[in-house]
């Protein structure tokens, strides 16, 4: 890498840097509390990865994406998922419409609400697989294709898509190979007291929180090519992998408590997307490169939805965040 790349790679770390700092605040205006929340959705957009939410209704979910599309300067579509909605609701559909001088008929594509840079895709687990797998090729392609022709969907393209863990009855949960495709898997908690005092003086007041744009879409892909560069050092690889490896229970040199509740452990994604978190995180707080504690910041949401836990586990009362914070004790030994 030449110097004058360096050079530019250093001004561009101090300014994202900076941007996440205002963008953090312009945020805060409208959202009370969920640092860790907010930090881990940033780390994901500016990763190039997809989010899954998991939360009960009334947190601020739609709010919560929508101020961050708002902040910076993106496009932002809602798709409400119910059992009734086509592939086709998602993606678009072709319209025939005839020319009023020549009286040809032509087809033409209407793109659907998947043609924006932010996608809050609502109760994905509400519509069935045809459905969901058609959100799961934009996410993975970021393409959709309409009677054999391909459309480029816009960039920064970032699905946050949410789930109710309350009412399972009548869903569609999302196979393992779907969960797969999402970076993060994020839990919403009930906001603090004090917090949720600050929320009802807040909403049911006058006050009305007008937050400024901060980013632009052009300086998000800059910044997402950035994060492809910071280098690694290789003991932060392999701890990434290592990580990845012990979840497994056909691994040998996994824990006994992996074998004795784990059935599938995670797959090769997960140590590039917690290189790809921990590379995020580091830039985001101004420094060159990311070290283990980064890795370990991003276990949690990269692999909660990664590892599948057995009949053992649940007889037990063990999920898989408790399988996660026990693995992180293991490798601090």
């Not at 990311?290 to 009949?311: E, G, S």
């Amino acid at each position: 890498m030449s110097d004058k790349t360096e050079n530019k790679d250093v001004e561009l770390v101090e300014n994202l840097s900076n941007k996440i700092k205002q963008v953090k605040s312009e945020i805060a205006k409208r959202i009370v509390g969920q640092d860790e929340i907010i930090d881990q959705l940033l780390i994901a957009l500016l990763s190039g990865g997809h989010c899954l939410l998991v939360g009960v209704p009334g947190l601020a979910k739609t709010l919560l994406i929508k101020t961050v599309a708002e902040v910076m300067d993106l496009q932002f579509s809602r798709i409400q998922f119910t059992p009734d909605l086509m592939p086709s609701d998602i993606t678009g559909t072709e319209i025939i419409e005839e020319d009023q001088l020549t009286k040809k008929r032509n087809f033409r594509f209407i793109s659907g609400p998947v043609f924006a840079n932010i996608i809050l895709a609502d109760e994905i687990n509400r519509t069935p697989p045809k459905t969901q797998a058609a959100l799961l090729e934009a996410m993975q392609e970021h393409k959709v294709t309409a009677a054999g022709t391909t459309y480029q969907l816009p960039e920064p393209f970032f699905v946050l898509a949410t789930q109710n863990p309350i009412e399972q009855e009548g869903t569609y949960p999302l196979p393992e190979a779907q969960l797969d495709r999402f970076m993060f898997n994020l839990w919403l908690d009930y906001p603090s007291f004090e917090e949720e005092v600050k929320v009802v003086e807040t909403t049911t007041s006058q006050y009305e929180a007008n937050p400024e744009k901060v980013l632009n879409a052009d300086e998000i892909l800059e910044f997402q090519k950035l994060v492809r560069r910071v280098p690694v050092a290789d003991n932060v690889i392999q701890f990434a992998v290592r990580t990845a490896n012990l979840t497994r229970p056909t691994n040998g040199n996994s824990p006994q408590f992996i074998k004795d509740w784990v059935t599938w452990g995670a797959g090769p994604r997960a140590s590039q997307y917690m290189i790809l978190a921990a590379k995020t995180r580091a830039i985001m707080q101004g420094r060159f490169t990311p070290n283990i504690d980064d890795i370990k910041f991003a276990m949690l949401p990269v692999l909660r939805h990664r590892i599948i836990t057995n009949f053992s586990a649940e007889a037990d009362g063990i999920t898989s965040v408790e399988v996660i914070d026990k693995l992180s004790e293991e490798l601090d030994k």
